[in-house]
């Protein structure tokens, strides 16, 4: 899908400072959307256009769940986050990118995590590549994108 932001990130055509892991099938960004108490927030992703979790074939969403385990380690030590919390939203009211993705948020001691969050603000584009990047030295494995660090 042409005009879908994951997609266009997932082939390596914005954005590719924030890929912080990549393979053929799956990457990790940041998410946009960063909580102020559980800074590196990231997100795992097909590389295909998937809109719903139950549509993936299973070797994707093995290899999805997989790297999200990855990513809920890589957290704690990019980020010194004591664990993570891991959720997935599948065709809610008011979603705005229909592309499966799951969410990974790096917690910390009594950081109020709460979901919905009212506080939940954009991260500067800098903010998020800086995050990338310490995720991306935790996350070793996957590819690399061009140009990076």
């Known amino acids: ?9 997932g082939r390596d055509e914005i954005d590719e400072d924030l890929v912080a892991y990549r393979s053929e099938n ?16 990231a997100l795992v992703l097909p590389v295909s256009h998937v809109t719903g979790l139950h549509d993936l074939p299973v070797d994707l969403l093995h290899e999805i769940f997989e790297v999200t ?7 704690e030590d990019a980020y010194g986050a004591v ?7 599948n065709h809610i009211p ?21 979901m919905p969050d009212p506080e939940l603000r954009e991260a500067p584009w800098d903010v ?4 990338a990047m310490a995720l991306r030295k935790a996350l070793p494995g996957g590819r690399r994108p061009p140009g990076s660090c």
Do not use: W, Y
């Open 69 to 75: 385990a990855r990513v809920t380690s890589a957290v």
């Open 94 to 114: 008011g979603q705005v990118l229909h592309h499966v993705h799951v969410h990974v948020v790096p917690r910390f001691e009594d950081d109020g995590f709460r």
């Open 128 to 131: 998020r590549r800086a995050r």
């Open 1 to 9: 899908m042409s005009d879908c932001v994951f997609c266009r990130i």
């Open 83 to 89: 664990g993570s919390t891991v959720t997935q939203n």
């Open 26 to 41: 799956v990457f990790v960004v940041p998410a946009l959307k960063q909580r102020q108490n559980n800074p590196g927030h």
